[in-house]
């Protein structure tokens, strides 16, 4: 018999999911059976090879542009997707961006950009998709994190940190006010996963990917699939009762702020 999928009929929305983290969890869920929404910035040819290797597989999605730092922009996306669905069960705000700078010049446009995207984008993003998830009565948000919160030593990265601080106390608050709505809010806080944005930021701070992996216990760094995995979860049945949770996902790190190797 062949085994249930864990997301059968379910729409999940996920922002940035054209490359890194962001696709890997679309690729896991349409595997288990959502219609997933992959929304990019820019990348529109590699959000389209998203959902041809979907649609290859047997799965369900549509891409849909929307830069999360302008609101007008992503309640548009929001339309569309209820348009072609009617509902968003599952709302993955994994879209984020990380400008290295130090700490004392952490003012500016650069860090206006990482509040606006990572997390003003996340909070109406959420308004707007929670509204429709308090018709059903059940949903799921899932916010990406990172454990830059959580006081890695990483050079550069107080502003990043500060936005993702803040996405971790907004992940409780959310998960207070939505409860009684049945919508869960969990947080995924990685540590250094295998993307586009963490191997430029490794470059640029001229960090080895061997010291990094010795900073974990598990002596690696991570994949995309890692994160997806436990995106995965908090999607899923298995974790309905469990909320205003940050999951720490960093092969278990031991250098915050304390610059041990
Ligand atoms: N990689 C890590 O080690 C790591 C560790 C901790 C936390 N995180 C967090 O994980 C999330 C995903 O990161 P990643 O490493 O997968 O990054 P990535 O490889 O740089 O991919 C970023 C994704 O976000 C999209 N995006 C960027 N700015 C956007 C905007 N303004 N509006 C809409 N979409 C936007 C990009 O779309 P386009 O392709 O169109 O630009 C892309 O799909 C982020 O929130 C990041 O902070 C990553």
Do not use: W
């Not at 922009?73 to 569309?80: H, T």
């Not at 830059?148 to 502003?159: D, E, I």
């Not at 990917?209 to 002596?219: D, H, K, P, V």
């Amino acid at each position: 018999m062949a085994q249930e999928k864990r997301l059968e009929n379910k729409v999940a929305l996920i922002t940035g999911a054209s490359r890194g983290i962001g696709k890997a969890i679309a690729l896991c869920f349409a595997k288990e059976g959502a219609f997933v929404a992959i929304n990019y910035a820019q990348s529109q040819n590699l959000a389209e090879e998203v959902c041809q290797t979907i649609r290859t597989n047997g799965g369900r999605c549509m891409d849909v542009q929307a830069d999360l730092g302008d609101s007008r922009q992503v309640d548009r996306m929001i339309e569309k997707v209820l348009l072609e669905n009617d509902k968003i069960d599952i709302l993955v705000n994994n879209a984020g961006v990380l400008k290295l700078m130090p700490t004392l010049d952490t003012l500016g446009s650069d860090f206006d950009r990482m509040i606006d995207v990572n997390l003003k984008g996340i909070l109406h993003c959420s308004r707007v998709v929670s509204d429709n998830m308090k018709g059903l009565d059940t949903g799921r948000i899932i916010n990406v994190s990172s454990i830059a919160a959580l006081g890695t030593s990483m050079n550069g990265c107080t502003g990043y940190a500060i936005t993702k601080s803040a996405v971790n106390m907004l992940t409780r608050r959310l998960a207070l006010e939505l409860g009684p709505e049945n919508i869960t809010v969990n947080a995924i806080a990685p540590g250094f996963v295998a993307t586009d944005m963490s191997l430029e930021g490794a470059r640029a701070t001229g960090t080895e990917l061997s010291s990094i992996a010795s900073r974990t216990m598990l002596n690696r760094i991570g994949q995309p699939v890692d994160i997806a995995r436990v995106a995965l979860f908090l999607a899923s049945e298995d974790s309905s009762f469990m909320t205003g949770q940050v999951i720490t996902v960093d092969g278990g790190r031991v250098d915050y702020l304390t610059r041990s190797v």
